[in-house]
C-alpha cells in the first residue's frame, strides 16, 4: 500500500489536455528550470521529416528561475495504469524524474513530484535557436496530434488563466511572432480582387 500520494507536473500539453484520471489538482510551480520550445517532435506536433516545437524544462541551476504549471495527484489504485501511459505519451525524448513542487497556496508545504523532461542529448532535442527560426517552425508544422500553433496557443491562453501575474518572456514572445507569421501568411494568400479585375482588363487589351 502507498502511504504518499503520486503527483505528476504539467508545463506542456498536461496542463490541457489531461487524458488521465486525477484525483486533485493544484497550481504552482519548481524552481532552478526554465520552459523552453527546445524539444523536437515528430509524433505529436510534427513528423520525423518536419519535426514541430515542444516546451522541456532547462535546468538553470538557479533558484530564483521558476516554471509554473499544475500538479495532479494520481489515484492512489492507478498509480502504475497512469505512470505507465504517461511514459508512452512522453515517450519522444522525455525521461521521468522527480523535483519539488511549491504549491500557489502558501498554506502548502512544497512535496515530491514527477515530471518529464527532454535533456539535450536525446535523439529528438532540436535545442536553442534564434525565436524567429522556432516561431516559423511553429508555425507551419503539423503532426498526428494537430497543428503545432494549436499546442502553443492553448499554453499561452492556459497560463494566461491559471496565474495571469506571471509573464513568461519566452512563451509569450513566440506567441506573437507566430501570430505575425501567421498574419503575413494570410495576406500573401488574399489577392485584391480589383486587381484581379484590372489583370483581366489588361490582359484583354493586350488580346
Request: charged share 25%; proline share 6%.
Amino acid at each position: 500500500m502507498r502511504t504518499n500520494p503520486v503527483w505528476a507536473f504539467g508545463y506542456g500539453s498536461i496542463i490541457w489536455k489531461i487524458d488521465f484520471p486525477t484525483a486533485e489538482s493544484r497550481v504552482g510551480y519548481v524552481r532552478g528550470f526554465v520552459r523552453r520550445f527546445y524539444q523536437g517532435s515528430t509524433d505529436h506536433r510534427g513528423t520525423p521529416e518536419s519535426p514541430g516545437r515542444v516546451v522541456t524544462l532547462l535546468p538553470t541551476g538557479n533558484n530564483e528561475d521558476k516554471v509554473w504549471g499544475v500538479a495532479y495527484r494520481i489515484p492512489d489504485d492507478q498509480v502504475d495504469k497512469v505512470i505507465s501511459h504517461l511514459d508512452y505519451r512522453e515517450k519522444g525524448g522525455f525521461s521521468r524524474s522527480k523535483t519539488l513542487f511549491f504549491p500557489r497556496d502558501p498554506k502548502l508545504e512544497p512535496y515530491e513530484i514527477l515530471v518529464y523532461v527532454a535533456a539535450e542529448g536525446n535523439v529528438n532535442y532540436l535545442g536553442a535557436a534564434p525565436l524567429d527560426e522556432i516561431a516559423r517552425t511553429i508555425a507551419f508544422s503539423r503532426g498526428p496530434s494537430g497543428a503545432n500553433v494549436d499546442y502553443l496557443f492553448n499554453l499561452c491562453n492556459a497560463m494566461r488563466e491559471l496565474v495571469p501575474d506571471v509573464q513568461d518572456e519566452h512563451l509569450f514572445t513566440l506567441e506573437v511572432k507566430v501570430r505575425q507569421l501567421l498574419s503575413r501568411e494570410t495576406e500573401n494568400k488574399t489577392t485584391d480582387p480589383t486587381q484581379n479585375a484590372q489583370a483581366k482588363v489588361d490582359q484583354n487589351d493586350k488580346s
